[in-house]
């Protein structure tokens, strides 16, 4: 009885040692991981900060990835040397089920996520370009890995997921560095209309800001009783704000007004044919 005590307790013993043995090694290896983690996150940020200075969600996230890589390798290969692997197998399976009920209540934020690294890569406009996106027109102030914020007209920022952008029409007005004008009207009882046209197109050429290459049109688009018809005024100017592009629109609208008043010509409805959707700021601009 004694001795099988005796033999118990020794092999209790040489378990022991073992046991201990193993969880030294197995903490010195994920220590080393951790470790490599925390140096490895740190490096890979400040890479990340220097090529992705203008995404810092998309910085932070490759960052963090890096480091729980690391970590999960530590933490198996502790299992792994402490003979409890089998363990992490099952939790690993049980994660894997927890992962598919969470992938269908997730599937929304890793499309957004997977659609700011699209625009990411592709970079189909920037922040400070001047963008039509889902509706919305504005100025892109952020450009994030969930979101993009845009700060519309009526001087409000507006926030829209990047699934959207992808699935459905964006419009970047800055990158070609113009934008059109198109500017309507009505004349009333007046005959001479080739000298109309002739004394319009003269004084709109005045316009500094119009693009060398565009050409002025001046297009009838109705004539009827009484000497009465409409036209549209259509050309291009240089681009690269809003409030300058604004400035330019009442211009050319206030020239033609001062035309209206010089010759004793009857031109009224004048306004300007948007090419925005956003209903916070399209729509007619002009005389009535």
Same mark, same amino acid.
Request: hydrophobic share 50%.
């Given at each position: 009885?004694?001795?099988?005590?005796?033999?118990?307790?020794?092999?209790?013993? %040489?378990?022991? @040692?073992?046991?201990?043995?193993?969880?030294?090694?197995?903490?010195? *290896?994920?220590?080393?991981?951790?470790? $490599? #983690?925390?140096?490895?996150?740190?490096?890979?940020?400040?890479?990340?900060?220097? /090529?992705?200075?203008? +995404?810092?969600?998309?910085?932070?996230?490759?960052?963090?990835?890096?480091?729980?890589?690391?970590?999960?390798?530590?933490?198996?290969?502790?299992?792994?040397?402490?003979?409890?692997?089998?363990? &992490?197998? @099952?939790?690993?399976?049980?994660?894997?089920?927890?992962?598919?009920?969470?992938?269908?209540? %997730?599937?929304?934020?890793?499309?957004?996520? &997977?659609?700011?690294?699209?625009? &990411?890569?592709? @970079?189909?406009?920037?922040?400070?370009?001047? /963008?039509?996106?889902? #509706? =919305?027109?504005?100025?892109? *102030?952020?450009?994030?890995?969930?979101?993009?914020?845009?700060?519309? #007209?009526?001087?409000?920022?507006?926030?829209?997921?990047?699934?959207?952008?992808?699935?459905? /029409?964006?419009?970047?007005?800055?990158?070609?560095?113009?934008?059109?004008?198109?500017?309507?009207?009505?004349?009333?009882?007046?005959?001479? $209309?080739?000298?109309? @046209?002739?004394?319009?197109?003269?004084?709109?050429?005045?316009?500094?800001?119009?693009?060398?290459?565009?050409? *002025? =049109?001046?297009?009838?688009?109705?004539?009827?009783?009484?000497?009465?018809?409409?036209?549209?005024?259509? &050309?291009? *100017?240089?681009?690269?704000?809003?409030?300058?592009?604004?400035?330019?629109?009442?211009?050319?609208?206030?020239?033609?007004?001062?035309?209206?008043?010089?010759?004793?010509?009857?031109?009224?409805?004048?306004?300007?044919?948007?090419?925005?959707?956003? /209903?916070?700021?399209?729509?007619? +601009?002009?005389?009535?």
């Amino acid at each position: 009885m004694i001795e099988s005590l005796i033999n118990i307790l020794e092999s209790w013993e %040489l378990d022991i @040692k073992a046991l201990l043995a193993k969880l030294i090694i197995g903490l010195a *290896v994920l220590l080393i991981f951790y470790g $490599l #983690g925390k140096i490895t996150k740190k490096i890979a940020y400040k890479i990340n900060s220097k /090529v992705l200075s203008k +995404y810092p969600d998309l910085q932070s996230l490759l960052s963090s990835l890096i480091y729980y890589f690391f970590v999960f390798i530590g933490c198996f290969l502790f299992l792994k040397i402490i003979g409890l692997e089998q363990y &992490f197998v @099952k939790l690993l399976a049980g994660a894997g089920i927890i992962g598919i009920i969470a992938g269908f209540a %997730l599937k929304d934020i890793a499309s957004n996520a &997977f659609s700011g690294l699209l625009l &990411f890569i592709e @970079k189909p406009f920037k922040k400070g370009d001047w /963008v039509q996106v889902d #509706g =919305h027109y504005g100025k892109a *102030v952020n450009i994030g890995l969930l979101t993009t914020a845009i700060a519309n #007209g009526a001087g409000q920022q507006v926030y829209i997921s990047n699934q959207l952008i992808y699935s459905g /029409v964006f419009i970047n007005y800055s990158i070609f560095k113009k934008r059109s004008i198109r500017i309507q009207a009505d004349v009333i009882q007046y005959p001479d $209309l080739p000298g109309l @046209k002739k004394m319009v197109l003269a004084e709109i050429l005045k316009i500094k800001e119009i693009l060398p290459t565009s050409e *002025v =049109h001046f297009y009838v688009k109705l004539i009827g009783t009484a000497n009465n018809f409409s036209f549209e005024l259509y &050309f291009w *100017v240089y681009f690269d704000d809003q409030r300058k592009y604004m400035k330019i629109l009442d211009q050319t609208i206030l020239t033609i007004r001062q035309i209206a008043i010089d010759s004793k010509i009857e031109i009224i409805n004048v306004k300007w044919v948007s090419d925005e959707t956003d /209903v916070s700021s399209a729509g007619t +601009y002009g005389l009535g």
